[in-house]
């Protein structure tokens, strides 16, 4: 994409500002801030291969955590393979970077706040009551014939999901090994919008900036201050308030992109900032052999992690009208097609671990009779199902279920002030 009202123009490289005498953008080259404007009011198509991308990353974590997937890789990997919470950070810059883009871009309209809010609940709240609604009320009188039954505790605290708060029962240990607990980023999230466009609305842009940077560091104090206090790192891991690192630091990201002005003087050190974030990552990983939920790695590498992604967003829009080679996994169709479905994928990816590791559990002793290379390929096998069968679903939700209240959403338009009559 480049701007064709000027000759002379101004190209953003990564880390440095360069003057060009043509008007074609090639690989790695960033355009001028009306093209990165332009950019940021359309739809950009690596952002949803972000979104595929970290899809498929917290499947294979998930569908490997027992066999014979889990034989597919060595231990230390599979270390690695169980935490799928990096993903989740991308998830929540992610939602951060857009939601605080689609406030800041109609702030000011007469139905700021309606249009945000049913927009919102059209996109994500038919299919989330309707999970539970399945769950809670029509899978129990079914018995061993319904879906995979809730434990007993889940059941009679479901009014905490009924309400998006299920992340808070982490403290009382109750939200553990449930088929909904990856419900508690969808409430993280589910509270990040009720409040934030309140925090739009009654801030400045600098002011909100400074709410940004502000957030992470109060989370990095709440879950150091908790994990001394011998806070389980799971049950830390679910609070919003320990949560606060991606969705602050997206939203600052938008803020970003949005002033020309923080825009030129963060740019020469976008490549700086990212391989900062990284060492402090190998860092805390070296020093506690792994980032595991109940060590500092997983205390203090939210940030790290936080500051990453929301650097990773702001070069996708800058190179968004370029022909990047880096972007290109990122714009592979398969992979933004993951994208486009994650949220009936997220929702429907746990029930069916579950449902299919209890089937499959029986069988696991016949599993040591198999020689490496058949449990490998039948571990593959597995994974591969495992992951077509989730994209189904989540395919299927959208073309029948989804997709036709989404579309409604094209009722519920922006009304700006009208100005002012002259004379």
Not at 98 to 127: H, M, Q, V
Not at 139 to 156: A, D, F, I, Q
Not at 220 to 244: C, M, N, P, S, Y
Request: net charge positive; proline share 5%.
């Amino acid at each position: 994409m480049h701007d064709p009202s000027c000759r002379e123009k101004t190209l953003w490289k990564f880390g440095s500002m360069v003057k060009s005498e043509t008007n074609n953008v090639t690989a790695g080259e960033l355009t001028s801030y009306p093209a990165v404007r332009r950019t940021i009011s359309g739809h950009i198509p690596a952002l949803d291969g972000i979104r595929g991308l970290g899809m498929l990353v917290v499947m294979i974590c998930h569908f490997c955590t027992f066999p014979p997937s889990s034989a597919l890789v060595p231990g230390f990997i599979q270390d690695v393979l169980n935490l799928g919470w990096p993903s989740m950070e991308s998830f929540f810059a992610l939602s951060g970077f857009l939601i605080t883009g689609i406030l800041l871009d109609t702030k000011g309209a007469e139905n700021f706040f309606s249009y945000f809010y049913i927009r919102r609940a059209l996109r994500i709240l038919p299919l989330y009551y309707g999970t539970l609604f399945v769950l809670f009320v029509i899978s129990p009188p079914l018995g061993r014939w319904g879906l995979p039954h809730l434990e007993k505790s889940s059941t009679s605290l479901q009014t905490w999901y009924w309400f998006y708060v299920a992340n808070w029962l982490s403290l009382r240990s109750q939200l553990l090994g449930t088929v909904i607990t990856h419900f508690w980023s969808l409430a993280v999230e589910e509270q990040f919008y009720l409040v934030w466009p309140c925090v739009v609305f009654l801030t400045s842009r600098r002011t909100l900036a400074k709410v940004c940077i502000a957030l992470p560091l109060a989370s990095e104090v709440i879950r150091t201050v908790l994990f001394l206090k011998g806070v389980d790192g799971d049950a830390i891991h679910f609070l919003t308030v320990a949560q606060f690192d991606g969705l602050a630091l997206g939203a600052l990201a938008a803020l970003i992109v949005r002033e020309e002005n923080w825009l030129r003087r963060i740019s020469p050190y976008l490549k700086p900032i990212a391989f900062g974030a990284l060492a402090v990552l190998v860092i805390l990983g070296l020093a506690e052999g792994g980032l595991a939920f109940n060590g500092w790695a997983f205390m203090l590498g939210n940030l790290p992690l936080g500051v990453l992604f929301a650097d990773l967003l702001i070069v996708i829009v800058l190179n968004a009208g370029s022909n990047s080679r880096w972007l290109k996994p990122l714009n592979a169709r398969w992979v933004r097609s993951c994208g486009d479905y994650s949220y009936a994928m997220y929702v429907f990816h746990w029930p069916l671990v579950c449902f299919y590791s209890r089937r499959v559990a029986p069988l696991t002793k016949y599993l040591s009779s198999l020689s490496s290379p058949a449990l490998i390929a039948l571990g593959l096998l597995q994974l591969l199902t495992l992951c077509l069968v989730t994209y189904g679903f989540g395919k299927l939700s959208w073309w029948a279920f989804e997709g036709p209240i989404h579309d409604q959403r094209k009722h519920f338009k922006i009304r700006w002030p009208k100005p002012e009559t002259l004379g």
